[in-house]
């Protein structure tokens, strides 16, 4: 069974000013994506502000929750609200540019600002961490551009040891 952390960075949604659009995106690409996945596959969904230390703490705790994979959605624009990828680059035992780096590329035809950006994906332990914009519209195409590699990078990391 794999787990998969969805985690939604909003100070908006966390008040229920806004409804939390983005965790659904990530939610329905991964139902597409992994329906026929071996063993099935489970989501842990959270929301927090975009504070970051609850930022972290939501990352640890679907660590701790046994997530491989974690995408969370929000906060990594260039407001001074946007903390995610500070909030997530210390907790990464390996940073994985190349996903940003073609996510970015890859929304850059149709969303000229996606190079506002600042994506932090990496690994941690034998869980894989991607951080992706708050956009719902943005999610899919984020996701598309990487997905490819999430299978076999989670493969590679499978026998990584848990770090807390």
């Not at 794999?2 to 939610?27: C, H, K, M, N």
């Not at 999430?150 to 493969?155: A, E, I, R």
Request: proline letters at 9%; a negative charge; charged letters at 25%.
């Amino acid at each position: 069974m794999l787990r998969v952390g969805i985690l939604t960075v909003s100070d908006r949604a966390t008040a229920g000013v806004y409804e939390d659009r983005g965790g659904p995106a990530v939610r329905a690409f991964c139902e597409e994506r992994l329906a026929d996945h071996d063993g099935g596959w489970e989501p842990h969904a959270r929301v927090v502000p975009d504070e970051p230390p609850q930022i972290r703490d939501a990352v640890l705790g679907l660590l701790k929750d046994g997530c491989r994979l974690i995408i969370a959605t929000g906060g990594t624009g260039p407001t001074a609200r946007d903390v995610t990828p500070e909030a997530v680059l210390p907790l990464l035992d390996k940073e994985l540019p190349g996903f940003a780096e073609k996510m970015r590329a890859d929304a850059w035809d149709e969303v000229p600002t996606a190079i506002l950006a600042r994506q932090a994906c990496g690994v941690r332990g034998n869980a894989l961490i991607l951080t992706l914009p708050g956009s719902p519209k943005a999610i899919p195409q984020c996701l598309g551009a990487v997905w490819g590699a999430v299978p076999h990078c989670l493969k590679l990391i499978a026998d990584n040891p848990g770090a807390e």
